[in-house]
């Protein structure tokens, strides 16, 4: 009997400091996260929640079914639990077996053999069930990962394929690009709805207004792309379900009110390319402009951008101007809110005032900091004592 057709344990697992995002994802997807420890969050649900997990998950790295947990002081116990899997289960004959290991405070931590000691074990176990003295390895890949954290090794088989940001839109690179996940997560974080207006005034190959157009169209981040899931031997066919069930939910009536404005003509003509592909184009007004002269005629909107940050994309001195002109052209933008992610750390220095929030968020590896500044209450909506 394949695993697939019970009931699994899934991980989500998401980048430090967006855990909160993505168990509030799961919430609303109807499942019931337990724990966003270490960038791992858990629920229980069938190989159909694995396949929804994928397809409508924003913010989430990768989706993993965990195989198995136990304690891993040496290695002797690491190889006889992770033989004691039933791979026979899991696993075709054939199956390209790769391993991937990690380890945080822990009596095993040398990775290389954490991962060859594991894969033999899980040959071993192959063998045993098959019958066979070699296997082939020559069919589809599986990846399986063993993480070990305070001594306790979590066995995990990835569903995903390729991480969750790609969407399948971005197909070329800009200059310094924001993961998908990353922007996604960033306007959750923010106060902005799909019926307030938002602007990106450095908005690169696009990725903010893009997430921003699909969150309000609720088209589900991962409809145009697969997964390794759904080539599993003996897995379940019910990503067409899953594909009907987010058909359903596109609303295409919503009025969107999101522009995206760079000074580089390129990375214009880059980010009408993604919105194209995402399909989104007809809904976000992409533009040449400079940041200095950015206004608006629209009350209360939201700005949520990622300006230039280093000595990569700009020469010293350069961005610390930049961010004092930004902050003189936000101050005018009163009854806006602004959100900015950046990792030179100096930003509030140069920007003139100091955010309400601040929160460490990560761009790939890169450590940043995402400020957040709420405008004022309109009149109206404060209470008279
Ligand atoms: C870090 S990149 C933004 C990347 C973007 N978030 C993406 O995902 O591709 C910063 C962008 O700011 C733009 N930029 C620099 N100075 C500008 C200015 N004065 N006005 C508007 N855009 C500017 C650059 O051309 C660059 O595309």
């Known amino acids: 009997m394949s695993i697939f057709d019970g009931q699994l344990k899934i991980e989500v697992a998401a980048a430090s400091g967006i855990e909160a995002v993505v168990k509030r994802e799961l919430l609303t997807l109807g499942y019931t996260p337990s724990g966003a420890s270490y960038g791992r969050i858990c629920f229980d649900g069938t190989f159909k929640d694995v396949v929804r997990a994928n397809v409508f998950l924003r913010t989430a790295n990768r989706v993993r079914i965990v195989l198995g947990t136990c304690h891993a002081e040496s290695f002797d116990e690491l190889f006889d639990s992770v033989q004691s899997i039933r791979w026979q289960d899991i696993l075709p004959k054939d199956a390209r077996i790769i391993v991937e290991a990690k380890s945080q405070k822990s009596k095993l931590f040398a990775l290389r053999s954490i991962q060859s000691i594991s ?8 063998q045993r069930a098959y019958h066979i003295a070699e296997l082939p390895e020559s069919g589809t890949p599986y990846n399986i990962e063993v993480s070990i954290t305070d001594d306790i090794a979590t066995i995990t088989l990835d569903t995903s394929g390729d991480g969750l ?13 924001l993961r998908e996940t990353l922007a996604s997560a960033m306007l959750s974080l923010s106060v902005w709805k799909p019926d307030r207006p938002l602007i990106d005034p450095f908005c690169g190959s696009g990725t903010i207004p893009i ?39 596109i609303r295409r009536d919503v009025q969107l009110q999101i522009s995206g404005f760079d000074i580089n003509p390129d990375a214009i003509q880059l980010a009408m390319k993604h919105a194209e592909r995402a399909g989104v184009a007809h809904n976000i007004h992409l533009q040449v402009a400079d940041m200095h002269n950015l206004s608006s005629h629209r009350p209360r909107g939201v700005i949520v951008t990622n300006p230039p940050y ?46 309400d929030k601040v929160r460490k968020l990560y761009n790939s590896q890169l450590e940043c900091n ?16």
């Open 119 to 126: 894969k033999k074990a899980i040959i071993s176990s192959m």
């Open 165 to 177: 940001h790609k969407r399948g839109y971005r197909t070329y690179l800009g200059d310094a690009p």
């Open 370 to 385: 995402f400020y957040q500044y709420l405008a004022p209450l309109p009149q109206d909506s404060r209470k008279k004592i």
């Open 211 to 249: 997430e921003a157009a699909l969150m309000g169209l609720n088209i589900a981040s991962g409809m145009n792309r697969s997964f390794a899931c759904e080539s599993f031997y003996g897995a379940p066919s019910v990503r067409g379900e899953v594909q009907q069930e987010a058909e359903q939910l």
């Open 310 to 355: 280093g000595e990569r994309l700009m020469q010293n001195g350069e961005v610390e101007a930049l961010y004092r002109d930004f902050g003189a052209v936000c101050k005018k933008m009163n009854d806006w809110c602004v959100y900015v992610i950046t990792s030179h750390v100096g930003f509030e220095k140069h920007f003139g005032k100091r955010a």
